[in-house]
């Protein structure tokens, strides 16, 4: 019981240090603050760029920010986050060997954990490449084919490709039945 | 130097475990309530054969057997480079949200294939006529299905537009036409090895990478594919995001900095198109438990 108390508190104090580095950013470029996450609410303030932030949360394309004594949402597309483990001291270790966490469950990939961490496709093993046909054949395993795709609720959207010019079109698709085919396992 | 990184990866492991709910609901945005209540909407395939043609730097004249056979031969050549991870599961998952998302295109009828690659590198591939692959130190940046969707819609945009052809065209003494008798010359060989040139050109092409407003327009039209979808339209920004956090330096970037402008240049450039969307879509919790399930090993 103490144990787990001890483990708990462990966790939660590392946690919450990497939670809230990964949530501290800058402002790209001028951003507006607005009290709302919409464009028509009222502007609170300016912020120009390189303000450092911290970020709160995000509500579909908005980020509610804190910045020094204010408070509130801005886009975004104007945010960007900080580098990860300090951008000067990070040892170039290989992604995959910074990231080995994430994917909690799959454990760790079998690369080996020192200098030379990337492990396939990096330019060297790109050139040196032997086309493999056995692999390319094998990828049809896997193949789904239109009935089996996969939509799990998701409502499709009407939305145009843009060119050059800027469209105001995010209108739904006229509702029909759902296609559900349910996935074999 | 390994204390160090055990440390690292340790202190990461440990933090990712605990927080990353909290963290990674954070990215996802919006809070995920439900309210789709299953149903899908038939797309309008006129319409987005207009879209399609909105954009008119499109490679015409090469047949569409042509260009799925650059594409297998390019398929081949970076398969031998990385396998594809030993996850049936896994596999087939991404196969179905591809499937989805391809189907927001006018080229559905391609014999696409997704795969993810038993590769610590971040990046992902594409090879004409339907070949995807996404890296497994890609997939694992990634926060959400609706990123995983973004990825795949970026690199399906690639093949919509036949940016590679393009590239492989453009570098080839012949042009297109040389592309295409690259095509011939191997369909005829299959069964034999593939000439060097035809791997010479495909590996050139991989390691120059594409035409950087190619990557623009890519990542414009993934974002709107990848939101016909139903995914939140933001889901590609937050990948390139996660990328502008990582130092570009790291060794595992390499190859896809070498061939693509900076994260953060992309983000700029996306920005005017994600100006339409004042919401990211309202998803599914299921979406979240399936990309845990199949990805993230988490039951």
């Known amino acids: 019981m103490k144990q787990l108390f001890y483990s708990t508190l462990i966790i939660l104090t590392v946690s919450s240090s990497a939670f809230a580095a990964d949530k501290m950013g800058v402002i790209s470029r001028d951003a507006t603050l607005y009290a709302k996450p919409f464009k028509d609410a009222d502007s609170i303030a300016e912020l120009p760029a390189s303000t450092a932030i911290t970020v709160l949360k995000r509500k579909g394309g908005w980020y509610e920010i804190k910045s020094t004594d204010k408070q509130g949402w801005v886009r975004l597309t104007r945010v960007r986050l900080n580098r990860k483990g300090g951008a000067s001291q990070e040892s170039d270790s290989g992604v995959g060997e910074l990231l080995t966490g994430l994917a909690t469950g799959r454990g760790k990939s079998d690369q080996d954990t020192t200098a030379t961490a990337v492990k396939g496709l990096s330019e060297e093993e790109l050139r040196n490449a032997q086309p493999d046909e056995d692999a390319l054949n094998s990828l049809d395993n896997f193949a789904v084919s239109d009935a089996d795709s996969d939509n799990s609720g998701l409502q499709t959207r009407q939305v145009e490709f843009q060119a050059t010019t800027k469209e105001e079109s995010d209108s739904q698709a006229p509702a029909t039945k759902p296609v559900d085919e349910e996935d074999e396992e | ?299």
């Open chain 2, 1 to 299: 130097m390994m204390t160090i990184l055990r440390k690292l990866t340790l202190i990461i492991s440990l933090a990712i475990c605990s927080f990353s709910l909290s963290a990674f609901d954070f990215s996802l945005g919006g809070g995920g309530s439900d309210d789709s209540g299953g149903g899908a909407n038939i797309f309008d395939i006129g319409d987005m054969i207009s879209g399609v043609k909105d954009i008119s730097r499109t490679v015409t004249g090469i047949d569409e057997e042509d260009e799925i056979e650059i594409g297998r031969d390019a398929a081949a050549v970076l398969l031998g480079a990385s396998k594809p991870v030993n996850d049936p599961e896994l596999q087939r998952y991404v196969n179905r949200i591809g499937r989805w998302v391809v189907n927001q295109t006018d080229r559905a009828h391609l014999p696409w294939r997704f795969a993810v690659l038993d590769s610590t590198a971040v990046n992902a591939f594409a090879t004409p006529g339907g070949n995807i692959f996404v890296t497994d130190g890609l997939l694992r940046l990634l926060n959400s299905e609706a990123e995983l969707a973004a990825v795949l819609a970026h690199e399906v945009a690639h093949v919509v537009q036949k940016h590679h052809i393009k590239a492989m065209s453009s570098f080839n003494t012949s042009g297109l036409s040389g592309v295409i008798k690259l095509a011939s010359v191997t369909r005829e060989g299959r069964s034999n090895q593939m000439t060097s040139k035809v791997v010479g050109e495909v590996k050139d092409m991989y390691l120059r990478g594409l035409d950087k407003d190619d990557e623009f327009e890519a990542d414009s039209m993934g974002t709107v594919i990848a939101s016909r979808a139903g995914y939140d339209p933001f889901a590609l920004m937050a990948v390139l995001q996660t990328l502008d956090s990582i130092n570009p330096e790291n060794s595992g970037l390499a190859l896809l900095y070498k061939t693509h402008p900076p994260a953060s240049d992309r983000l700029d450039k996306l920005e005017p198109v994600l100006d339409q969307f004042d919401d990211a879509a309202e998803e599914s919790p299921e979406l979240q438990k399936r990309f845990n399930r199949y990805v993230r090993k988490q039951s």
